[in-house]
């Protein structure tokens, strides 16, 4: 059975849409919990659009489950990293004018400076894992650095737009699971999963943990955060 660890910068987002104080994500990491959330998730981004270092401070007193922070190959934030040592750092690739993450880690590119990062967290006791996209060469090489964790960039499942182009890449999340796993690695998967399209991914053998963020922040403007949550827990955990 899947966990689920759900990401909470959109709540931030809508916060500083005002630069005030509300919704406060830290309340929102709280309700997540209550309502089963396995961890939560939460990046601290170069440009700050969202989750601010009051917040990754106040979030690393809250959380009692486990506080995956997302950060890019920067030197800053993994000191900030480091200061505040979350349970767990993901790795993603981060440019300024994307709207959100668009794809996974180049494993094999941005080898030599993961390898810093990696030593460095480990040395500090966080736990690594490197978002990428579901590709041989890609979990091949974060094996090599010795990592033990990945999550599959899941935003091509589901942005296809039909329903064969769907299955194809299900299938491929599914044969990369399983040839991840037989390289040692733990898979989570996330990004862009909905309500309607994530069981799909929650069942396949081996996946650990799903990271959603998006939709069930949507949803919570409709139904309640705590509902929301809920409603994915449900999805998730079959
Ligand atoms: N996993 C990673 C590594 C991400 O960068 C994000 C988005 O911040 C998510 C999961 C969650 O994606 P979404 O908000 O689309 O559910």
Redo the contacts with the bound molecule.
């Keep these: 059975m899947p966990k689920l ?1 759900v ?1 909470i ?2 709540v931030a987002t809508l916060r500083q849409a005002r630069r005030e104080f509300d919704p406060d994500p830290v309340e929102a990491a709280e309700i997540c919990e209550q309502a089963g959330a396995d961890s939560i ?1 939460c ?1 601290l981004r170069e440009d700050r659009r969202h989750i601010q270092d009051k917040d990754l401070k106040a979030l690393r007193r809250v959380v009692k489950t486990r506080l995956n922070l ?1 950060m890019s190959l920067n030197q800053e934030i993994t000191k900030i990293a480091i200061r505040l040592r979350p349970d767990q750092a ?1 790795l ?1 690739p981060e440019r300024r004018q994307e709207v ?2 668009e794809g996974g880690l180049d494993v094999v590119k941005y080898s030599r400076r993961i390898q810093k990062i990696f030593d460095d967290l480990h040395e500090a006791g966080i736990e690594l894992s490197l ?1 990428i996209d579901p590709v041989k060469e890609q979990i091949d090489q974060s094996a090599v650095l010795g990592i033990r964790m990945v ?1 599959f ?1 899941t935003g091509n499942y ?1 942005n296809a737009k039909t329903k064969v182009a769907k299955d194809r890449e299900l299938r491929r999340l599914r044969g990369m699971t399983r040839y991840a796993q037989e390289s040692g690695l733990i898979v989570n998967a ?4 909905k309500y309607d399209d994530t069981r799909p991914v929650a069942e396949i053998e081996g996946i650990e943990e799903l ?6 922040i949507s949803r919570a403007v409709f139904v309640g955060l705590e509902r929301a949550v809920k409603e994915m827990a449900a999805v998730v955990k079959i």
């Design positions: 660890g990401n910068d959109h998730v990046h997302e993901t993603v959100t993450t978002f999550e960039h589901a996330g990004h862009g999963l990271n959603i963020g998006h939709s069930i």
